[in-house]
């Protein structure tokens, strides 16, 4: 009964190299997020889907791609890996009611970049 | 942008102690307000939330976080540590844009 799921749990890869991390969401919410969390656990979003249309994308390299698919599913395309993008990334999902959603969070994908 | 300040990253106490975190932030509209808490190696998960009404929030596991307005902070508290409460804490804040803006963190070790 796992409310948001992320797969792979961790990622090592060479620079250069193409991935998705892909993410799953079964509580009916219209929302989803993704979230990098750098080595200082600093958290910073990156980019935000309601039902399917992208309504936040922050200041990040166009080599991240999100795809939804549907509303409860939103992936993440990396495009040439770079070692800077050696992160944990977070997928959340919340409900569309601005006043009181509240964001359920991911386990974590651990992306680390050779 | 909004921005949230969390002082003190590194915390250490004892078992016992009590426990305060700051957090302040400075977007003036209407704000939601979140504490969540990433222990070591597992996903963010929330202790609590403050939307409206009554500004001291209980949240679980003996947490509590008073909102106050005119200082723009969510300060969270708890009067009796645990060790099983080492973790990294985080406040953050959600605007009229639906944005959810975190602070740094503040990295509390408790120690037995």
């Known amino acids: 009964d796992t409310a948001v799921s992320q797969t792979p749990k961790y990622l090592v890869t060479q620079m250069g190299n193409d991935k998705s991390i892909k993410c799953e969401q079964n509580l009916g919410h219209d929302t989803m997020y993704w979230y990098k969390q750098d080595s200082k656990k600093f958290l910073k979003i990156m980019f935000s889907y309601n039902n399917k249309e992208l309504i936040i994308n922050e200041t990040v390299p166009n080599r991240f791609s999100p795809k939804s698919p549907d509303k409860a599913h939103l992936n993440l395309h990396i495009n040439s890996l770079e070692l800077g993008d050696s992160a944990v990334y977070f997928c959340a999902s919340s409900p569309w009611d601005r006043d009181y959603n509240e964001q359920f969070f991911g386990p974590g994908t651990r992306l680390t970049v050779l | 942008a909004q921005s949230v300040s969390q002082h003190n990253h590194h915390v250490i106490l004892s078992e016992a102690a009590s426990l305060e975190l700051g957090c302040n932030y400075s977007y003036g509209g209407t704000v939601n307000l979140f504490w969540y808490v990433q222990y070591p190696g597992q996903h963010l998960q929330l202790l609590l939330k403050y939307f409206s009404g009554d500004p001291l929030v209980k949240g679980i596991k003996g947490f509590e976080a008073e909102f106050i307005k005119s200082k723009f902070s969510f300060n969270l508290r708890k009067p009796s540590v645990q060790w099983s409460d080492t973790a990294e804490y985080f406040c953050?804040?959600?605007?009229?844009?639906?944005?959810?803006?975190f602070g740094k963190g503040n990295q509390v070790v408790v120690i037995p």
């Open positions: 953050a804040v959600k605007d009229g844009n639906n944005r959810l803006a």
